[in-house]
């Protein structure tokens, strides 16, 4: 077996390499991405502990499966993301009867605070969290999405490009339009809590 | 919380899971390139259509058939090519986005690009006849080919109206009359007598011809303006052709 601090300064390509040759080297990129990858998928899903279990197993199985396919050109943590995004996507669709209540947590909420989202400040002190990431977890799927990578995971343009496999113009488009929508929503939600 | 990695690579190994061979990836990718090239061609073929038809049109003809401008635009549009061709560069447009870079590039882009080769690649297949070639072999291998589209055959076969196209089969001179087979394949006795030829071409055996004029019985037809059909002439501008077509 294969330890972790063998595999500590070797980079995700030789890992791949070295994975295609001996199985348990395979272990360590899991272990590199297991953490991320479930931090993700629930984002993204919002699914219990065990089906995002289920899901992450079948993800790094896939994975595994299509390593031959995996170019040293583009980021390996590009690639596993959009295998992870493609298949908790269709889990979704498939599964018709879950409600997408997501608690995110406070890294969460220092990662958003962090990133460019650019709102105005003080459009997002008039409001508490809560409140935010509830609009945030209400976005159509397409916006979210982007949204999730940009500002909670920050990834760059190309990163979202390779992992949605849209073009950047088009990420560039949605990540604006998200935040277009995140912004009116934050207005309408301070509208009704002032009226109300 | 469970170790995920151990075992998930527990199950790798108890259920002998392998990666997919390298040449599994790379053939998909080729499949799609090669779906992309063939596609491009399709659509040079569809754009070179589109260019025969349209430009095989007479377009004085249609104010002798009392017919103006835009209605004879609406009438002769090869609908079916262009039709067609928007079909092909979808399918180009999807096999490219299949590639293993392919989803980088906006939709219209990769449409753009599309219809510029196909348009490039379809005037070199109409400039060197081989459009004129696809139309002859539809024409002729499938039925009601001809129903679909305008075109020469269409305009030209009206003979109740004054037109009418087909092959020379004799030149009686003396007689100022021609035999000419129809493009359905129908006889016809020709006079020539008043007839204005256009075209420096001397009136020959199998040569192509567009007549406008009078229909004066089932069989016999006035002339009194001869055009070279188009296939001729682009013939003659590929010497080969020229001399295949026409060996006299």
């Not at chain 1, 909670?152 to 929508?181: C, F």
């Not at chain 2, 256009?198 to 229909?215: M, Y």
């Amino acid at each position: 077996m294969v330890k972790i601090s063998d595999c500590e300064h070797k980079t995700d390509s030789e890992l791949v390499a070295l994975s295609l040759k001996n199985q348990d080297y395979y272990y360590c990129l899991m272990k590199r991405y297991e953490s991320p990858l479930i931090n993700y998928i629930y984002r993204l899903s919002g699914m219990n502990r065990m089906d995002l279990e289920d899901i992450l197993q079948e993800v790094f199985i896939l994975t595994y499966q299509n390593l031959n396919e995996y170019n040293a050109n583009f980021k390996f943590s590009s690639w596993i993301y959009r295998i992870a995004h493609n298949y908790t996507i269709s889990t979704m669709r498939k599964k018709t009867n879950y409600n997408l209540s997501i608690s995110w947590d406070e890294y969460d909420l220092e990662q958003l605070l962090q990133s460019d989202l650019n709102l105005e400040n003080n459009v997002i002190q008039k409001i508490d969290y809560e409140n935010l990431l509830n609009l945030i977890n209400n976005l159509p799927l397409k916006y979210r999405e982007v949204f999730l990578l940009r500002f909670v995971e920050g990834k760059d343009y190309q990163e979202i490009s390779d992992i949605l496999q849209k073009p950047i113009g088009t990420v560039g488009t949605l990540i604006n339009r998200a935040k277009k929508m995140l912004s009116q929503k934050i207005e309408m939600d301070k509208q009704v809590q002032k009226n109300g | 919380m469970a170790d995920i990695s151990k075992e998930t690579l527990k199950k790798i190994k108890e259920e002998r899971i392998i990666p997919r061979p390298r040449w599994y990836f790379l053939s998909k990718n080729y499949f799609f390139w090669l779906m992309f090239l063939l596609t491009t061609i399709l659509g040079s073929i569809a754009s070179s259509m589109v260019l025969l038809l349209t430009g095989d049109v007479d377009w004085d003809i249609f104010p002798y058939l009392g017919i103006n401008l835009p209605k004879a635009i609406l009438i002769s549009l090869p609908y079916l090519w262009i039709i067609l061709l928007f079909f092909f560069l979808y399918i180009t447009y999807y096999n490219f986005s299949r590639t293993r870079t392919g989803y980088r590039y906006r939709f219209i882009l990769i449409f753009l690009m599309s219809l510029l080769i196909s348009s490039l690649l379809g005037w070199g297949f109409y400039y060197y006849g081989w459009s004129e070639i696809i139309d002859r072999q539809l024409r002729t291998r499938i039925p009601g080919y001809h129903h679909l589209v305008y075109g020469r055959q269409k305009q030209w076969m009206q003979p109740e109206r004054g037109l009418l196209s087909g092959t020379i089969m004799i030149v009686e001179p003396d007689k100022n009359l021609i035999q000419l087979k129809d493009l359905y394949s129908k006889n016809w006795a020709i006079d020539i007598s008043q007839a204005r030829i256009r075209g420096n071409v001397p009136l020959s055996r199998d040569l192509e011809i567009k007549i406008l004029g009078k229909q004066m019985s089932e069989h016999d037809f006035k002339a009194d303006e001869i055009r070279v059909s188009r296939g001729f002439q682009q013939g003659k501008r590929m010497g080969l052709k020229f001399n295949r077509l026409n060996p006299e």
